[in-house]
């Protein structure tokens, strides 16, 4: 790709310092990235990233904001034309998505699910809204079983007092949201993230060819734990 001659104005410099970013993680690792590096990538002087970016550190922050919004986009997607009746339809479809979204976005989901990048610091206060946010399409419809009454409870152990206040913190961004629908998701999360993990690091053995059948059957798995059949 051309790049522009030093001190040529980019129409988007943020946008391109971060696809620049994307390009050094996918080729070095999120550890080695370097603004004076995505400098020379783009052709321009160091200062001009600092107008943007203060620090790398700032740098990454953003890009994790950027992939937790990705993220949350494409499971809202994968949901927005099956009708709000069809919970079981809707799980389904928001698992498949977010294997689909982690193997077609391999960088931005190692960066939030990964490797911890050496001294790097997520702040809360950034990151933990996008976090959040990106899971609200699977706590909304596993609510849903719940307001349905068709959340299986009778094969779960009692919630402690201290599991409780844990969530409870969680409950107080996601207002109305019942406990044990956001520990389902807590652990639906989980389980898919496991296998998600396995694949794209390739630890999975030789002869399972197909990930994505193991996906499809524990994504099956999951919604006979949890949900109930109509009565």
């Not at 200062?47 to 953003?62: G, K």
């Amino acid at each position: 790709m051309a790049r522009p001659a030093k001190n040529e104005q980019i129409p988007n410099l943020a946008e391109a310092i971060k696809n620049s970013a994307w390009e050094q993680i996918a080729k070095n690792g999120a550890a080695a990235l370097s603004l004076r590096a995505i400098a020379r990538d783009l052709g321009i002087t160091a200062p001009a990233i600092y107008n943007h970016f203060h620090r790398r550190d700032d740098l990454v922050t953003a890009l994790i904001v950027d992939a937790y919004t990705s993220l949350g986009e494409s499971q809202q997607v994968a949901i927005d034309n099956l009708p709000v009746t069809d919970i079981k339809g809707r799980f389904t479809a928001l698992g498949m998505a977010y294997r689909e979204w982690a193997i077609t976005y391999p960088q931005r989901y190692q960066l939030i699910f990964g490797t911890p990048i050496p001294n790097y610091e997520a702040p809360e206060d950034i990151t933990l809204p996008a976090a959040t946010k990106a899971l609200v399409p699977l706590v909304e419809t596993l609510q849903a079983f719940s307001v349905a009454n068709r959340l299986r409870l009778d094969r779960v152990s009692p919630m402690s007092t201290e599991l409780k206040s844990m969530l409870m913190a969680w409950q107080e961004i996601a207002e109305g949201i019942d406990l044990e629908v956001l520990y389902a998701a807590l652990i639906t999360w989980s389980r898919v993230h496991g296998l998600v993990s396995m694949e794209i690091a390739n630890h999975f053995p030789s002869y399972i060819t197909d990930p994505g059948e193991i996906f499809r059957r524990e994504i099956g798995n999951i919604l006979i734990q949890y949900l109930k059949e109509q009565e």
